[in-house]
C-alpha cells in the first residue's frame, strides 16, 4: 500500500532483504476475490491487468503475493513465479509465495500473460 503499513507480509514474503530502492518500488496483493457468478468471465482478467497497469503508473517493478495451492496455476499464468512454495499463512494455511517481474516481457510472453498486453501497451507519461 501506498499509505499504510504491511505489517507481517515484511516477513512472510521474506521483503526484509529488499533494498529501501526495491522496497519503495514493489507491492503485495493479498486479496483476489471475484462473486462465484462472475469467475468464469473476463471480470477477473480485466480486474487483475487494470490494478497491474495502475502498479506501471505507480512506477512499481514487482509484486510479492501468497495463493492457496488450487490458485496457483492460475497466478503462474499471470507471470508469477513461486519464491516460497512452503508458506504457512498463519490465518490461512498452507501455499505458495510468489512474485511478479512487472516490467519482464520475456517471461510475460513465454507464459502468455495477459499483462504482456498491457505492459506492450504501457508508455510513462513523460
Known sequence: TCDGGIGNYLDYYQLALLSQEELSKSSITTL?????????????????????RQGLEQGLETNYC?????L???YLKLGY????KDFV??????GSVMKL??????????V????R????AYSPKQ
Not at 501468497?66 to 488450487?70: I, K, L, S, V
Not at 502468455?112 to 499483462?115: A, D, I, K, T, V
Open 72 to 74: 496457483l496455476s492460475f
Open 81 to 84: 513465479v513461486v519464491i516460497d
Open 117 to 120: 498486453k498491457v505492459l506492450r
Open 66 to 70: 501468497d495463493c492457496d495451492p488450487h
Open 32 to 52: 483476489l476475490m471475484v462473486h462465484p457468478k462472475y469467475r468464469y468471465t473476463t471480470l477477473t482478467s480485466r480486474l487483475v491487468c487494470e490494478t497491474y
Open 89 to 94: 499463512h498463519p490465518e490461512f494455511g498452507p
Open 101 to 110: 517481474n512487472m516490467h519482464d516481457m520475456e517471461h510475460l510472453e513465454k
Open 112 to 115: 502468455r500473460s495477459p499483462f
